[in-house]
């Protein structure tokens, strides 16, 4: 949770709380959180709300089983709404749908963002137990290997039809990849940069 204060008299009790998926960056849902339900939040670590119609604190799931797990919570500039992002356990809507917007939440493309996080971290904070710190420690040249092994890897992989084999050769160069970009001082958004500069002179 960041720095800021929520002004839960500003809103009368009562604070907006915008629910994101994790790891694919989907909005969710819309609930309310009171100051008890927040800390039941941070406390049991799902998402509760304080449902306006039953006038309780209300966890998400805890009649379906379809709880959202708490990954990290977030304050808006003026104090007066939260972000929750979380790792849902099933549907959310009520409906049976992904999302209360009736949208499909299948992409697990955002964990990418949640990966580059923890490989930053392990660069700036080292452990001896830590594998990624260690291939910091041994310097760029041999991140650099680590990417051509994974890439000669995948090759071998493509050629047979394999499928876990190949999946698992395909996380190993991407990690590697992203330790490389981390190890060089780039983001990944500077590569998507080139590839939205490239894709809009097409």
């Avoid at 994790?22 to 799902?46: D, H, I, N, P, R």
């Amino acid at each position: 949770m960041n720095n800021r204060t929520i002004d839960f008299a500003k809103m009368n009790g009562q604070v907006p709380a915008i629910v994101q998926d994790a790891q694919s960056g989907k909005v969710l849902m819309q609930g309310y959180m009171t100051e008890e339900a927040l800390a039941k939040t941070k406390e049991t670590g799902k998402v509760t709300f304080f449902s306006r119609s039953k006038n309780r604190l209300w966890t998400k799931g805890e009649t379906s089983g379809n709880f959202m797990e708490l990954v990290s919570i977030t304050v808006d500039c003026d104090g007066d709404s939260i972000l929750v992002k979380a790792n849902p356990c099933g549907p959310v809507c009520h409906t049976g749908a992904d999302t209360c917007w009736d949208e499909t939440n299948s992409s697990k493309t955002g964990f990418i963002d949640q990966l580059r996080s923890i490989i930053k971290d392990r660069k700036n904070n080292p452990s001896d137990k830590s594998y990624t710190a260690s291939l910091f420690a041994k310097g760029i040249n041999k991140v650099a290997q680590k990417v051509g092994e994974e890439a000669v890897e995948i090759v071998i992989e493509a050629k047979d039809d394999n499928k876990d084999l190949f999946l698992g050769e395909a996380a190993d160069l991407l990690y590697h990849y992203l330790v490389l970009l981390e190890a060089k001082g780039y983001e990944l958004d500077e590569v998507m940069e080139v590839l939205i500069a490239r894709h809009k002179k097409k």
